[in-house]
């Protein structure tokens, strides 16, 4: 027998190291994330049809995504909340035209560029973003006021390695 046949097989370091999983409990592990995220997700959903609805009766999810954009300066022009809320231009310019048709939104000359226009949230607008914004903070933060400093820490770095 040659030396190599006698020495032990080795295990790579990663599937040995503590807390590493093996294949199929890996698998189950994030199979389960997946699973969770998708509950989230479809609870988000549900926090922006009744974010829009506490805005205005007749207001869409997704008009709620671009009033929230515009209202937060984040995104101002057709082009950002394309850009911002990966979506289609068509939707976005119902979901403006709408926003103006309920006094939401206004367009009005840009004070960098005389030319292009802006949109702005309306007084009526923020007043009513944020009602709805803190009936949806105060539901999210009963759930995280229940865990420490430090797993809120821990769950946003997780986060951001998600997202990155």
């Known amino acids: 027998m040659s030396a190599s046949s006698d020495a032990p097989s080795e295990t790579p370091v990663f599937a040995s190291a503590p807390g590493r999983l093996g294949d199929d409990d890996l698998d189950q592990a994030v199979t389960r994330v997946e699973q969770e995220l998708g509950r989230l997700f479809a609870r988000i959903r549900i926090g922006w049809r009744e974010a829009a609805a506490t805005v205005h009766p007749d207001l869409q999810p997704l008009g709620y995504q671009v009033l929230t954009s515009i209202a937060t300066g984040k995104a101002t022009s057709a ?6 809320l990966q979506t289609d231009k068509s939707a976005v310019s119902r979901q403006v035209r709408q926003l103006e048709q309920l006094g939401l939104v206004e367009s009005v000359p840009d004070p960098e560029d005389r030319r292009a226009r802006v949109l702005v949230a309306t007084e009526l607008a923020q007043e009513r973003v944020a009602l709805a914004r803190s009936r949806y903070e105060g539901r999210i933060g009963e759930r995280l ?3 420490t400093a430090a797993d809120l820490d821990h769950f946003a770095d997780l986060l951001a390695g998600l997202g990155g």
């Open 79 to 84: 082009g950002a909340i394309i850009e911002r």
């Open 145 to 147: 006021r229940n865990w």
